[in-house]
């Protein structure tokens, strides 16, 4: 698969947590070496970066800060996104990619948050 693999989405209320989890088929990703990230696309808008990691290096973007948290397990070739306390806005698409972003993107997977 050269495009990473989403799972994990599905609708769950304000304040509540999922996991998501992306494969990164070895053979066209090295997540050890490679800056990863997750990004989402809200209804409407442009598609964002939320969350990467390199090495020990982990960014977030602001209006995620402290509520998700972005893993991997390079053994598997998989990267994780654990989004906690969501919020309605929180509402989206979610891929991975690398950064920048490779030319094929996943399907993603949907979240959706609900008030």
């Known amino acids: 698969q050269v495009a990473p693999v989403e799972s994990g989405g599905g609708l769950a209320q304000a304040g509540g947590s999922l996991t998501l989890s992306c494969e990164a088929s070895?053979?066209?990703?090295?997540?050890?070496?490679?800056?990863m990230a997750w990004y989402r696309q809200a209804p409407g808008k442009e598609r964002e970066r939320v969350a990467s990691?390199?090495?020990?290096?982990?960014d977030y973007a602001d209006s995620v800060k402290g509520r998700f948290t972005i893993s991997r397990d390079t053994t598997k070739s998989i990267v994780y996104l654990h989004l906690n306390s969501l919020k309605p806005e929180d509402t989206g698409v979610y891929y991975c990619?690398?950064?920048?972003?490779?030319?094929?993107w996943g399907q993603g997977t949907q979240v959706t948050v609900s008030s």
């Open positions: 990619n690398t950064v920048p972003p490779r030319r094929f």
């Open positions: 070895k053979k066209y990703f090295s997540i050890i070496s490679t800056l």
């Open positions: 990691i390199s090495g020990g290096r982990l």
